[in-house]
């Protein structure tokens, strides 16, 4: 879809760090889901560079803000900025993505090189999830990591600046959810700017440069994860989430699940 | 660019179609049932044959169509593809001139086969005619059956259109089903079965009752048969029939169902 | 390259192609030029009325039409049939006339002679005009041997020519085709059966008179030999001869009548010529027994003497007209052959240019095991009444040829070739014969009209009633176990209530012109109902009532006695589904009906098949089926 949202410089918008240039920048941005309201206000910017990890508990609005990121969903006020040229600024990876399962692998890849513009070689984009053994297999065929690993790849054709993952490696076994590690890891060190979200706490140790930390639609924290352990004085990251978000989950408001379902669905 | 894009969409729609086995089927047994009328009863002239043909495209036509359409917008939103495609830099316009591009391609290759198929059945089941007497080309010809084509084909888009704009407009695979049903049944008998209702109890002016079919496309295509095909041929229709309110009624329900589909896929 | 960049350029072009359609016009590609006429299907006029006016050097006007929806051409003998072919039953059945052609008489210097018969001043072939822009005089008195008729030209000035001289009128075609309207033929009228058995009984009246001449003379009484007594009777009386055997070969040349005294008489020819020949009006033969006929039934003939006579069945007359006979009538009106019994290798009686002659309660005994032999009565040139007869053997029954108003009834035919043979002769009546054990029972030929066909019982033939030409009549005719039950010829004829049962076919139909009113039969227990040899999809109702056929698929809901479905009798679904449960079933299905929702459109672009839209749910003569004790519930 025709991006309407406005791509600057990266050097123009920088709000929180004037040092790093941003690569999204969100501004007041209010979206309710029906009469639910699910963000007012919030303004938070990603680091051009960098592996920015969304955590909190379900419903606090995590897949909403990747998708509005993503551009999937549109703010009902507010503005989501996306620095950087290019055919496609973001690529995105749905909670639960899905293929059409008729086709193979690299079929499907392919199809989504010819959307973006010049030449794109899909066994290299391939090659990058490791989806290369598979390349002939039917997607209606594949396992779900191997799913999660195609929209991974559907998500850097084009080598988008940006790359929005929604819980990559959610509901994998434990080797798959090490190999989906690995991809974004590499992804990482090839100096995209990552925005992820995912309740694999061990993960983000290993490669957040920065946490948001969301309860409830609002940023209750950023920072590294060193950062956080220090505000929350806690011993493990995992505790000291739980210590910031622990106001929201007290009070018995929990924001329905089903909101983070209806956006990729 | 725009073409490339339009291509590839059309391209994945087209191989979609061929690669689902329930499509792939419904190809065959509408292949099957239009030349099984043709070849069952074989009829030694194209007017016969067209006329032997009408009733049973005008049903089998519809529920192709809807077959091949209703899941194609609708697959995609379930699928989260559409949303996925916000990510690229693709117009959805293009998008869904692109699907309804390869799945009529699809379509039309499939209702061209069966009208092949049936019109074989004139040259090769030939009756003898006698050789003592003269015989001519009659009023039939194979003209007549070439135009029943073009009929029929721009029937079949407007039927896809309309397939397009339902899978569109709905958000649920059994809604898409109860709706598309509903849609076939209307192309069907509804519409025309209102129009009946409609043109008994108000008894109108003949012109407003040749108005009228415009809001059948159905009535549309056998109007557009009757005056193309089975009046060149020989068969009286009184009155002369409406063909430019035919015609402008199905490109007005084929450009409106898919300027609507357009506007309903970026909801 | 994409896949669908291909398939679509393949729909494309083949859409492309297909739009072609629209820019060339399918009527006028055809080509629509004047054929020669003895290429055209040909109907109107008589065989006889044609060849008549063919011999004589007159010129009859033709037509020929392209139906939009009929492959062959069609040819019309005469301007009414013309017009009858461009209106009603015929375009319903073939669609509208494309092009109509008619005889072009500019240029031919026609004249009229003395009776009105046109003839053609100059010696070129009649050209061809349309006949919607063709210039028609009417009002002059030409005619052809059916009656008066316009003169076509192409060219309006030689019409007017035409006009001027003799006293006619120039029309164009609307106004012709307008005059006409209201007199065109719709349908044909009901069988003059009653008026024909009127003229029948008439005939033997006066015939029968003969039987009562006082006697004058009694053979080996008052003279030796049969000769010498015919020689001495005087006109009007009566030549007895006694029981015994008599070698005869006579020739009775004055009114009188030959009486025996039954089977115990015996005229024998010695196997040499004809026996008796009548060569008088009102001669009498009654109660005698004819033996030795000699065994030539035809005489083959020189070609120089068939050119020599101008007459256009001169051939027939000298093949068929000289044979051998028991009794022939010689130009014998008002004769009568009663109570006579001939064997015979060759003909039984022959009767030429013998008018109103009347054989009756004869029999004939021809040869045996064979489809050769002579005819039990032949009659030339002489419309005259056959009844009580029998003939057992020959070829044919009776042969007619030419004998226009003929009776045949309450007759018995066996054993034979056909047992009454039609040729050029119209308005017949041939009523409650019976026939048997024949190639073809009854057997009419050679495109005649108004012959009627009723009440005869066909058993065990080959064909039992083989119909032709036009306004005719097959009706009320029983027709069991023959191979082919009613084989239906004609056009604009009727075939109605007959009993046509256990054949292996019931009823055949052949006739390209399926213009035919076939109603009210009961066609129940053949092999195979209809049988269609050539032609297109005929409708077999009148009115909304069609035929009995048993027990069909459909019911009758209102109880108006039809049947609410269509039948169609030679569909192998419909034919099955009177005996099989499984096709009765499907043939209610909703697929059958959307098959056939438009299956009776342009009948003239349909394969051969017959429909009957509203079968009867009863049979028209139950009676009839249960004395042959045919199950109506098959």
Not at chain 1, 190 to 212: E, K, N, P, W, Y
Not at chain 2, 182 to 195: P, S
Not at chain 3, 611 to 618: E, F, G, R, T, Y
């Amino acid at each position: 879809m025709m991006s309407e949202r406005s791509t600057t410089d990266p050097t123009d918008a920088s709000t929180e760090q004037p040092a790093r240039s941003t690569a999204v920048t969100v501004e007041g941005l209010d979206y309710a889901h029906g009469d639910v309201s699910v963000f007012a206000d919030l303004s938070v910017g990603v680091d051009a560079g960098s592996v920015t990890c969304v955590v909190g508990p379900n419903g606090s609005g995590k897949s909403t803000l990747l998708a509005l990121v993503a551009n999937v969903l549109e703010p009902d006020a507010g503005t989501v900025t996306v620095a950087g040229a290019g055919d496609r600024t973001v690529g995105y990876l749905a909670q639960r993505p899905e293929f059409r399962p008729q086709f193979t692998v690299r079929r499907t890849v392919a199809f989504y090189c010819s959307l973006v513009a010049g030449s794109h070689d899909v066994d290299a984009v391939l090659d990058r999830v490791g989806l290369t053994p598979v390349a002939d297999r039917r997607v209606g065929a594949l396992s779900g990591g191997m799913v999660r690993l195609l929209g991974i790849a559907q998500a850097v054709v084009g080598d988008p600046p940006v790359l929005v993952l929604d819980e990559p490696s959610s509901g994998l076994d434990p080797e798959m959810t090490r190999h989906v590690a690995a991809v974004v890891t590499d992804l990482a060190a090839s100096g995209q700017t990552i925005l992820v979200s995912t309740h694999d706490l061990h993960l983000v140790d290993r490669f957040a440069d920065r946490v948001l930390v969301l309860d409830r639609g609002e940023l209750r924290a950023t920072g590294s994860p060193a950062d956080l352990r220090a505000t929350a004085g806690a011993d493990t990251l995992d505790g000291a989430i739980a210590a910031l978000t622990r106001d929201g989950n007290s009070d018995g408001v929990a924001v329905s699940a089903g909101l983070d379902g209806g956006v990729s669905r | 660019m725009i073409r490339e894009h339009v291509l590839a969409i059309a391209q994945r729609e087209f191989e979609t179609v061929f690669r689902t086995r329930l499509l792939v089927l419904l190809s065959v047994g509408f292949v099957g049932l239009v030349a099984g009328v043709a070849w069952l009863d074989p009829p030694p002239a194209y007017l016969a044959l067209s006329f032997d043909l009408l009733t049973p495209l005008e049903t089998l036509v519809p529920v192709l169509a809807f077959a091949f359409g209703y899941r194609s917008l609708l697959g995609d939103r379930e699928r989260g593809e559409l949303a996925r495609l916000r990510t690229y830099p693709v117009d959805y316009r293009l998008y869904v001139l692109g699907v309804y591009v390869g799945r009529a391609v699809a379509l039309l290759g499939v209702v061209l086969v069966g009208l092949a198929v049936a019109a074989l059945v004139v040259p090769l089941t030939g009756t003898e005619s006698l050789t003592a007497v003269a015989t001519f080309g009659t009023a039939d010809s194979p003209t007549l059956f070439l135009r029943f084509v073009v009929l029929t084909a721009a029937f079949a888009l407007v039927a896809l259109a309309l397939a397009l704009l339902v899978s569109a407009a709905v958000r649920s695979t059994w809604n898409g089903l109860a709706l598309a049903t509903g849609a076939v049944l209307a192309l069907v008998v509804g519409i025309d079965g209102a129009l009946v209702g409609a043109i008994t109890a108000t008894l109108p002016a003949p012109d407003l009752t040749a108005s009228l079919l415009a809001f059948s496309p159905t009535s549309a295509y056998r109007g557009l048969a009757f005056a193309f095909v089975f009046a060149p041929g020989g068969v009286t229709v009184p009155g002369g029939p409406p063909t430019v309110i035919s015609s402008l009624a199905l490109c007005g329900w084929f450009l409106g169902a898919l300027v609507l589909a357009g506007a309903l896929v970026r909801r | 390259m994409r896949g669908v960049v291909v398939a679509g350029a393949v729909v494309g072009l083949a859409l492309l192609v297909a739009t072609t359609g629209f820019v060339a016009n399918p009527a006028t590609e055809a080509d629509l030029s004047p054929v020669p006429f003895d290429r055209t299907l040909q109907t109107g006029l008589t065989g006889v009325d044609v060849q008549q006016a063919e011999a004589d050097g007159h010129a009859i006007p033709r037509g020929q039409v392209f139906y939009s929806q009929y492959e062959y051409v069609v040819g019309f003998h005469g301007i009414d049939a013309l017009l009858a072919g461009t209106t009603g039953r015929y375009t319903e059945q073939f669609g509208r006339p494309l092009a109509a052609h008619v005889t072009d008489f500019a240029g031919t210097d026609p004249t009229l002679t003395t009776d009105g018969y046109l003839n053609r001043s100059r010696d070129r072939p009649t050209g061809w005009t349309r006949a919607t822009d063709a210039w028609y005089v009417v009002g002059t008195g030409a005619r052809t041997p059916a009656g008066p008729t316009p003169v076509p030209f192409g060219d309006r000035d030689a019409a007017s020519a035409f006009a001027n001289e003799y006293d006619g009128e120039v029309l164009d075609w609307e106004t012709l085709t307008d005059r006409h309207g209201s007199g065109a033929a719709t349908g044909p009228p009901a069988p003059p059966t009653d008026e024909r058995l009127r003229w029948a009984d008439r005939q033997v009246r006066n015939a029968s008179v003969l039987g009562e001449r006082p006697v004058s003379v009694t053979v080996g009484e008052d003279a030796p030999t049969v000769a010498a007594a015919v020689e001495h009777a005087p006109p009007n009386t009566t030549v007895r001869i006694p029981p015994g055997r008599y070698d005869v070969n006579l020739t009775v040349g004055k009114p009188i009548t030959i009486d025996g005294a039954g089977g115990a008489t015996v005229l024998d020819g010695g196997g040499n010529g004809t026996v008796l020949t009548a060569a008088s009006a009102r001669v009498g033969v009654t109660d005698l027994r004819v033996t030795g006929v000699g065994d030539r039934e035809l005489v083959s003939v020189d070609e120089s003497e068939v050119a020599a006579d101008p007459a256009w069945d001169s051939r027939i007359r000298l093949v068929y007209g000289r044979g051998d006979a028991g009794i022939r009538l010689s130009t014998a009106p008002g004769s009568l052959v009663e109570n006579v019994t001939i064997e015979t290798d060759a003909n039984g009686v022959v009767a030429f240019d013998s008018s109103r002659a009347v054989v009756r309660r004869v029999r004939v005994d021809g040869r045996e095991d064979t489809d050769t032999g002579g005819m039990g009565v032949l009659a030339m040139y002489s419309r005259m009444v056959i009844e009580d007869t029998t003939v057992d053997g020959g070829a044919d029954g009776v042969y007619t040829h030419y004998a226009d108003g003929l009776v045949v009834r309450d007759s018995r035919m066996s054993g034979m070739r056909f047992g009454v043979h039609e040729m050029y002769t119209s308005d017949t009546l041939l009523a409650n014969n019976t026939i048997v054990d024949t190639d073809i029972g009854i057997y009419v030929m050679t495109r005649p009209t108004g012959n009627a066909i009723v009440g005869n019982r066909l058993r065990d033939n080959g064909v039992g009633v083989e119909t032709a030409g036009t306004a005719s009549y097959a009706v009320d005719n029983v027709a069991v176990d023959n191979e082919v039950g009613i084989s239906i010829g004609t056009s604009r004829s009727i075939v109605a209530n007959n009993t046509v049962a256990a054949n292996g076919v019931g009823l055949r139909s052949t006739t390209l012109f399926p213009t035919n009113d076939v109603t009210g039969n009961d066609v129940v227990g053949n092999d195979r109902p209809v049988a269609v040899d050539l032609g297109r999809l005929t409708v077999w109702a009148v009115d909304g009532r069609g035929n009995y056929w048993g027990s069909i698929p459909g019911t009758d809901r209102d109880g108006d006695g039809v049947v609410d479905r269509a039948f169609r009798p030679t569909d192998t679904l419909d034919g099955r589904a009177r005996e099989r449960r499984g096709e009765f079933v499907l043939a209610h299905s909703t697929a059958v009906d959307l098959r056939r929702a438009f299956q009776q459109a342009v009948p003239g672009l349909r394969p051969a098949a017959v429909v009957d839209p509203a079968p009867l749910s009863d049979p028209t003569h139950p009676g009839r089926l249960d004395r042959l004790n045919v199950s109506t519930e098959e």
